[in-house]
């Protein structure tokens, strides 16, 4: 048996796209929303199957991983968040770039060659890579137009992602996967008015305009926070809505917060795009935090840690 194991998000749906147009292969998906990152626990292997892992942190998995590798299975794992110490492991190909400036499916395109070239670059858009994806884009040849619209594309699967659970979504990140694995370019799924480009277009604009209309809760020159309230459309628009204010404000980082059931927040944070660090760092200091240097989050953050959240962050971008 053979297990695609993948972020729910833009990079981890196109990375794995990449992989099955190269390589078409019949596996078992496993995926959730994109704050749901130890997947590779949820399957149990044996010395005849073979794994893909791709754009969820190896050092949040490195048990799982392990007791993978030792029944035998053989493990291809892609990514560029925090991987802690790799296993060195015959059965284990690892490709892990940790770069700022990088995401899955550029590492997924490194390793295919260019093969599905114009899916690495609307990753890149989903993953907030603009100035990367604006480069690939320019040099593949592609027009301003062009560009643009690998830009919404990647935004709304990126989108798709967020919630606190799958029902919160307009498409289980396993069907948008299956449903995008038809079009063996993006630009074909601008041609099919039926894509789901054009659902999630609509929803899109519909829960930012809402984000839109909320003050910051919190202001200053290095940090601004937005406070969103417990409801679905603001589960799925904090992430992207985060990727948003930062392109619009490059020097400053921003933290978009949407109230929980738990009585907390669950919490984005962007570093600032002209200063791609610390996001990860910050945000492991708290538990259930994680991520990557430029974008990261709490799954839960209790409303009594709000002010030393701020303060921390804050203090990291002033030094």
Sequence with gaps: MHYDIFNGDADGIISLLQLRLSSPLTST??????????LLQTISVNAE????????????????????LNSGATVFYADHHRAGDIPQHKNLTA???????????????????GEFHDWAICAAYGDNLIAKADA???AAGHTKEQSVLLKELGTLINYNGYGANVADLHFDP??????LLAYASPFDVFEDKLSPFYQLQTAYQEDLEKALAIPAL?????????ELPDEKWSRRISGVYGNLLANQEPNSAFT?????????????????????????ELCSQFETGGGRAAAAGVNHLPTTLLQPFIDVVEAYYHD
């Design 136 to 138: 690939l884009s320019a």
């Design 29 to 38: 998906l496993v995926t959730g929303v994109k704050r749901n990152i130890q």
């Design 95 to 113: 490709l892990i770039d940790l770069d700022a400036n990088t995401c899955t499916a550029l590492i997924v395109d490194k390793h295919l060659k």
């Design 218 to 226: 919190h202001q200053s020159d290095l940090l601004k926070v937005f």
């Design 256 to 280: 978009v917060l949407t109230k929980n059931t738990q009585g907390g927040y669950l919490v984005s944070l962007r570093a600032p795009l002209n200063n791609k660090q610390g996001a990860g």
């Design 49 to 68: 199957d073979s794994v893909t892992v791709l754009d969820i942190s190896m050092e949040k998995n490195i048990e799982a991983l392990l007791s993978s």
């Design 174 to 179: 396993a069907d948008l996967y299956q449903a």
